[in-house]
Each structure stands twice: as C-alpha cells, then as structure tokens.
C-alpha cells in the first residue's frame, strides 16, 4: 500500500499547490511548483503561495486530524525540468547503470550501506538500489523528488519485504525535526542535486548527535586529463539534466562534521566518506 492517503490539488493562476499527508509520520508536505525562472520579483510571488499552501495544510490538518509538522518547499520550472528528466529515465535506470557500476563503483553500495545504523535516511533513494545492501536492523527512510523513482523505490521494497518510508520531497527542504536519525546516506545522487550546500546543511540537521553522514560519489578526478574531461562533460551534462562531474562534497562535509574516514578510487573518480556529528557534551567537555 502506498505511504500518501491524502492530497490535495489547488490551481490558482498558474501556481499548482500540493499537500500530502504521510502514513508512516505526522507530516504535512506541501510543494509548491512554480511555472516562472529564478528572478528578483519572484520572492514575493512564493511569499504570496505560500499563503495558499498554508490554508491547504489547514484544510488537511482538519480534514486528518492530526497535528502534524508543517514543512512547505518550493520547486522552480528550472527544477521542476530536472525532476521529469529523471522520471523519464526511471524505467531504464537500473539497466542503464548496471554496466558503469560493475567497473567504476562494485562496492560503493556496500560500503555506504554497511555502515548505516539505527534510524537511517537515504537522500535520493532513486529506484532503491541500495536497499539490499542496508543492514536487517537498519530503520529506513528515504526520499527523493522523482515520484517515478519512488513508485520504483516502493515496488523493490514490497518485492524484497523490506519496510521503508519513502517521502517525495526535496533534500535542501526536508520534512523531519531536528535530530531525527542516527544515519544520513546518499549514494551517487550529490552530483544531480542543484544547493549541494543546502542538502548537506540539512542531512546535518536531521543528524543526532554522533551520528553518521556516509557517501559515495563520483567527484573530480586526481589526475589532471581525466579532470579535463570531467570539466567538458560538465558543460553539457549541468544543462541537460543538472549532473555534475567535477563537485566533491567532501570539501563542504569538512565545514560541518568530523570526518572519520574516506577513500578515492578509480584514478580519484569515486569517493566514499564518513563523517560523523559532533557530539554537542563532548564538545563542551573539550
């Protein structure tokens, strides 16, 4: 069965407002989809949704029952593109990566996964490739903004009987209180994300303390040619469908946690990474 009972549609000059209420927790998500580009008048055109997203929320509020945790997020038409770029491409993923994960990344699944504890949130879950790869105590959550890849994401899940909460929402605006998990994961999905800052700022949020930020990526290669390419291919594959070849989150993840232990391979192409959340007691106590 799926995990969204309600929702609720409301088109109001050209300004499309959704709101679900989730199964598995007390969250409202509203998203908010906006058919204009990034402009300097455009603050107050989302102010102004956003007051309609709200009065949905109200009515859903009313309608469930519950008093649930309000989280709105706002889609661009710029990322609304992305979004059914990767619908598009969710029927044949699995088939297309098959081939490049067999030589660049057997493993990295494996090593991300493998060290997920307790509460665990997989940021751009996809199609759930990694689901098998989660330890049988691992409490699972994930989500991702292509409802395609969820709708994929869930079949897996029932086809192996394995529990997850999927969420379609945004990783730079995610749904959860402060401090929900024990383990954030993302694999391979920092490079197609457009505020890497805001995603990684929000997987700390949602972090309790000592917990564990884990992930795989490919990043700029460590040997200049290979970089080169990786700075051509950018140059069509941002526009095309926002992927980028040369970012390394590592760079930003130093800024917000300790880093535990990392590794590149492939010539510096992937890298994995475990950082873990300051401990606030042990901070003082330092």
Known sequence: MRNRIAHGYLLVDAVIVRSTVERDSPIIITTVEYPWR???????????VHEVASARVD????????????????????????????????????????????????????????RARGDTLEVGIGTGANL??????ASLTGIDWSPAMLDLARQRAEDTDRHVALHRTDAAALPFPDASFDTVAATFALCCIPDLCGALDEAMRVLRPGGRL????????????????????????????????????????RELA?????????????????????????????
Do not use: N
């Open 59 to 114: 009515a859903l509020r009313r309608w469930s029952g519950a008093q649930p945790t309000e989280k709105v997020c706002t889609m661009s038409r710029s990322h609304l593109a992305l979004v059914h770029h990767w619908d598009r491409e969710a029927p044949l993923y699995d088939q297309k990566m098959s081939s490049i994960e067999r030589r660049l990344f057997p493993d990295s699944r494996s090593w991300v996964c493998g």
């Open 132 to 137: 098998d790869h989660y330890p049988a105590e």
């Open 214 to 253: 884990l992930l795989a990526d490919h990043v700029a290669a460590s040997r200049w040619p290979l970089r080169l390419l990786q700075h051509g291919a950018d140059l069509i594959s941002i526009p095309l469908h926002g992927e980028h070849f040369t970012r390394r989150p590592l760079t930003m993840v």
């Open 258 to 286: 300790p880093i535990v232990e990392t590794e590149r391979r492939k010539w510096g192409m992937i890298e994995h990474v475990h950082a873990t959340k300051a401990d606030h007691t042990d901070s003082q106590e330092r």
């Open 38 to 48: 990034e402009s300097t008048e455009l603050s107050q055109a989302i102010s102004w």
